[in-house]
T-cell receptor, first 114, second 111 residues
Framework: NAGVTQTPKFQVLKTGQSMTLQCAQD?????MSWYRQDPGMGLRLIHY???????DQGEVPNGYNVSRSTTEDFPLRLLSAAPSQTSVYFC?????????????FGPGTRLTVL | DAKTTQPTSMDCAEGRAANLPCNHS???????VYWYRQIHSQGPQYIIH???NNETNEMASLIITEDRKSSTLILPHATLRDTAVYYC????????????FGGGTRVLVKP
């Protein structure tokens, strides 16, 4: 298994541009989520999904959209990038929709918004 | 979820045991203690979790006090590859899979 994969690894955007961060997992996990990590800080939850067609907001959802059309994929969309969204973005997945013990994280996408 | 308190940083000698403390004095009866670590620039990695009893796996041991207000993660023989930020997280399984990351403990393993 490839586990949790994220693309791209690095991205530079200008203010106002849009883009989609891709996340995929090949473990047939029900639960997927997106976190952001600012320098020197812990991770903060942006959005999560407990299954295909179901998404919900986390701690810091403003400025981001998500969808879950398949079990495998959970893309994160920035509609109009802002410098405050400069961060490292991590996608995570776990087997159960709730109560999972172990979550698997991807390698991250490093985003800079100028 | 209960809040956790960890030291900001600690050093450890290679080959020695690393003992990482975590205080969670407001933990509820149904909340588990989880440990994750994040090696520089990588995604977090699950280490271990427990409710009441001490737990051990191939990576580490988790010692939880009888009153459950604190715990200690033990890396039995620290290696240079164990240099990372270690996060102690308290979570109730019934509350879903959300993880609340604090500042963690930055562990530096020295030769």
């Amino acid at each position: 298994n490839a586990g949790v994969t994220q693309t791209p690894k690095f991205q530079v955007l200008k203010t106002g541009q849009s883009m989609t961060l891709q996340c995929a997992q090949d473990m047939n996990h029900e639960y997927m989520s997106w976190y952001r990590q600012d320098p020197g800080m812990g991770l903060r939850l942006i959005h999560y999904s407990v299954g295909a067609g179901i998404t919900d907001q986390g701690e810091v959802p403003n400025g981001y959209n998500v969808s879950r059309s398949t079990t495998e994929d959970f893309p994160l969309r920035l509609l109009s990038a802002a410098p405050s969204q400069t961060s490292v973005y991590f996608c995570a997945s776990s087997y159960q929709a709730s109560g999972s013990d172990e979550q698997f994280f991807g390698p991250g996408t490093r985003l800079t918004v100028l | 979820d209960a809040k956790t308190t960890q030291p900001t940083s600690m050093d450890c000698a290679e080959g020695r045991a690393a003992n990482l403390p975590c205080n969670h004095s407001t933990i509820s009866g149904n909340e588990y203690v989880y440990w994750y670590r994040q090696i520089h620039s990588q995604g977090p990695q699950y280490i271990i979790h427990g409710l009441k009893n001490n737990e051990t796996n191939e990576m580490a041991s988790l010692i939880i006090t009888e009153d459950r207000k604190s715990s200690t993660l033990i890396l039995p023989h620290a290696t240079l590859r164990d240099t990372a930020v270690y996060y102690c997280i308290v979570r109730a399984k019934a509350a879903g899979n959300k993880l609340t990351f604090g500042g963690g403990t930055r562990v530096l393993v020295k030769p």
